[in-house]
T-cell receptor, first 112, second 113 residues
Framework: QQQVKQSPQSLIVQKGGISIINCAYE??????FPWYQQFPGKGPALLIA?????SEKKEGRFTISFNKSAKQFSLHIMDSQPGDSATYFC???????????FGAGTTVTVRA | KAGVTQTPRYLIKTRGQQVTLSCSPI?????VSWYQQTPGQGLQFLFE???????NKGNFPGRFSGRQFSNSRSEMNVSTLELGDSALYLC????????????FGSGTRLTVV
């Protein structure tokens, strides 16, 4: 039973466009929501993370939007570049549980 | 500083054999977690250790075990390998634990034939 649902499974965006990936969760005890980026042959790398007391967090071209009442959060990649082509995973965790629950992943392809 | 180091990078084993995978965390990180990544099941949590104590274990059979040493290095063992154990096994380390950000290694690709 997947605790974090992620969509879409894949997306294609033109260079300079905006990529949007959505995640939803059920467990209201989750209090930490990271996003990971994974390139082929590599492990996931922490991109950006948010806690539920904040509705938005921006780091460079990457922004997390968080809607606590809807139990949803999303990643926006602005001005998408070919180097952003990767698989993106949302995740959630709760204090004292010591594990990340991952979404299924979204493969993003940025066309030049 | 050096990242999370996993050895070996690739491994081919036969059904019924056992395998041990190794993980060296970032210096100063005391929390080490293991995840299994497959195309069908995605990223699934195996276990987490902090200061040699297992704090959580995922929903995997008892054939999967792990341990952490006093220098925070960790090993995981899979006994009586099955074809379905073929996966990328990822180790991640953190200074204190889950909610403080994990750094993943590049993984060990295990193929069971």
């Amino acid at each position: 039973q997947q605790q974090v649902k992620q969509s879409p499974q894949s997306l294609i965006v033109q260079k300079g466009g905006i990529s949007i990936i959505n995640c939803a969760y059920e467990n209201t005890a989750f209090d930490y929501f990271p996003w990971y980026q994974q390139f082929p042959g590599k492990g996931p790398a922490l991109l950006i993370a948010i806690r539920p007391d904040v509705s938005e967090k921006k780091e460079g071209r990457f922004t997390i939007s968080f809607n606590k009442s809807a139990k949803q959060f999303s990643l926006h990649i602005m001005d998408s570049q070919p180097g952003d082509s990767a698989t993106y995973f949302c995740a959630a965790s709760m204090a004292n549980d010591y594990k990340l629950s991952f979404g299924a992943g979204t493969t993003v392809t940025v066309r030049a | 500083k050096a990242g999370v180091t996993q050895t070996p990078r690739y491994l081919i084993k036969t059904r019924g054999q056992q395998v041990t995978l190794s993980c060296s965390p970032i210096s100063g990180h005391r929390s080490v977690s293991w995840y299994q990544q497959t195309p069908g099941q995605g990223l699934q949590f195996l276990f987490e250790y902090f200061s040699e104590t297992q704090r959580n274990k995922g929903n995997f059979p008892g054939r999967f075990s792990g341990r952490q040493f006093s220098n925070s290095r960790s090993e995981m063992n899979v006994s009586t390998l099955e074809l379905g154990d073929s996966a990328l096994y990822l180790c991640a380390s953190s200074f204190r634990g889950t909610n403080y950000g994990y750094t993943f290694g590049s993984g060990t690709r295990l193929t069971v034939v």
